[in-house]
């Protein structure tokens, strides 16, 4: 591929070389590079390309594009440009030929339950004979292969590749979550998006973000790629703001919730410990519906995949059909566990808002006490100090008894973040036990679990791996719970 090709619209400054050569890839990270390769020179948090740009170089990297004022006195070509993450952006779109104008895209963001409307949409939309991908905290479908992201968002050169093997594999329609990062980052920058889905807005993330108003700004910025349906949870406040934010863009808004006026809102739900039932009314009709979780949380989650089915003019029963077809997603108030006597819970619930909605959602069924395990990831300096204060906050108003872990501690001291969250159920009059190793806390709690006890597991979700210092171990909560169960019954048998 040309050269100059890759590089339309790129606002650059050509420093040496020439445009009308061949190029073979696109590489951001050195180790990638093949002969004739453009190599994007990217100022990272902790790594700056710049200064790999020799290796790229001896690897084979015929054009490099860098932001800063760099010597290269190799035969290559260099191109100057204001930023080099939107430079890469616009690059990987155009070498893979602008995917997103081929597809039917998507775009959910919010802090949670990106997730769950990403499955109901991607049932629904299967129901309707479309052909669906997914991206997001999962992983990337294809059909049914799934492969596992390293990011929500991937990089913008790995996303418009991906973007690519979907149109290749005759994909219609991706449903992607849209993270604060990829935003803020520009990883979907040049991604041309036919629906956005607005959800919440709960403090996460602050340590790129700094503040919930830059937070809230990066997430609005989906609502800038869309192009023709902003879908929006007036329920929340932030939602409230984007709303008068878009609502003269002349892409469409479409609202939705329960407690105030909406275009798409629920009446007459019914609660119970697996599912709720309630009706949907929509300008196209109304229409009564199940969905097999638990929660007020996911009959928004719901509404908001009922709303952009409806912008895709996919008709009510179709729509129906495709709710109640999801049986559970994996890690969302999952139930890995369940006899007469006991239910074990697992829940990707990891910000105080979604604690405290898992708590409250699992209060009116518990005939014993709600028992938690918790931890908080790391996070670093006043932000995470400010989240672990939080989290202990909700945990010991709304849990009977709490069994404080590790999360994801890295390179942080486990034993530090939870002294830090105890302190806050010290103060907030909670119950409790700190145990810092994560399977004995698992394990602890099932042991005290009595006749009619929920135990909630909340913090990974569907994760499978726990992440300490620089290590991935593998950590599947389901299969700790059901050995220790198995265990446990033998013992008593």
Do not use: W
């Not at 020799?54 to 070509?77: F, R, Y």
Request: charged letters at 25%; glycine letters at 6%.
């Amino acid at each position: 591929m040309r050269l100059a090709s890759i590089v339309k619209d790129l606002d650059f400054d050509l420093v040496k070389g020439d445009l009308n050569i061949e190029v073979e890839a696109v590489a951001f990270d050195s180790r990638e590079v093949i002969q004739n390769s453009v190599f994007v020179a990217i100022s990272g948090f902790t790594v700056d390309g710049h200064n790999f740009i020799p290796k790229a170089i001896s690897l084979g990297a015929n054009v490099i594009i860098v932001e800063k004022d760099v010597q290269v006195d190799e035969a290559v070509t260099v191109l100057k440009v204001k930023d080099t993450r939107d430079a890469l952006a616009l690059l990987s779109s155009n070498f893979y030929d602008m995917p997103t104008n081929k597809l039917n895209m998507i775009g959910i963001t919010g802090t949670n339950g990106k997730t769950s409307i990403s499955y109901f949409m991607k049932s629904i939309l299967k129901q309707a004979g479309q052909h669906v991908g997914i991206i997001g905290t999962i992983g990337t479908m294809i059909g049914d292969q799934l492969k596992k992201n390293k990011n929500t968002t991937p990089e913008s050169l790995y996303l418009q590749q991906i973007f690519a093997d979907m149109v290749k594999s005759d994909i219609s329609h991706c449903v992607m979550e849209v993270s604060s990062h990829a935003l803020s980052l520009k990883r979907v920058a040049y991604s041309r998006f036919h629906t956005g889905i607005f959800t919440n807005l709960t403090p996460d993330h602050l340590e790129l973000h700094n503040s919930m108003e830059e937070y809230f700004e990066a997430k609005a910025l989906l609502f800038d790629l869309t192009t023709d349906y902003n879908i929006i949870n007036v329920d929340d406040p932030y939602g409230q703001r984007l709303i008068d934010k878009v609502k003269h863009y002349t892409t469409k808004l479409i609202t939705y919730g329960i407690d105030n006026k909406a275009d798409v809102y629920a009446t007459d739900i019914r609660y119970s410990i697996d599912s709720t039932v309630f009706k949907v009314h929509t300008p196209s009709g109304s229409i009564e519906i199940k969905v097999n979780l638990p929660g007020k949380i996911y009959v928004l989650n719901s509404l908001a995949a009922i709303a952009c089915a409806y912008c895709n003019g996919i008709d009510l029963e179709i729509i129906k059909d495709g709710i109640q077809a999801v049986e559970g997603i994996k890690g969302r108030m999952e139930v890995v566990y369940k006899d007469h006597d006991n239910l074990v819970i697992v829940d990707f619930a990891h910000t105080e808002d979604s604690l405290e909605k898992a708590l409250l959602t699992l209060r009116p069924y518990a005939k014993g006490r709600i028992i938690l395990v918790f931890g908080v990831y790391a996070a670093a300096g006043e932000l995470g100090h400010d989240k672990r204060i939080s989290m202990g906050k909700v945990a010991a108003e709304h849990a009977d008894f709490s069994v404080v872990t590790s999360d994801n501690p890295k390179d942080q001291d486990p034993d530090a973040i939870i002294a830090e969250i105890i302190a806050s159920m010290d103060e907030a009059g909670g119950s409790y036990k700190a145990i810092v190793d994560r399977k004995e806390a698992i394990e602890y709690a099932l042991s005290i679990s009595r006749k009619n006890d929920i135990v909630l597991i909340t913090g990974k979700g569907h994760e499978t791996t726990q992440v300490i210092g620089k290590t991935e171990i593998p950590f599947n909560e389901a299969e700790i719970v059901n050995e220790f169960k198995k265990r446990q019954l033998l013992n008593n048998g």
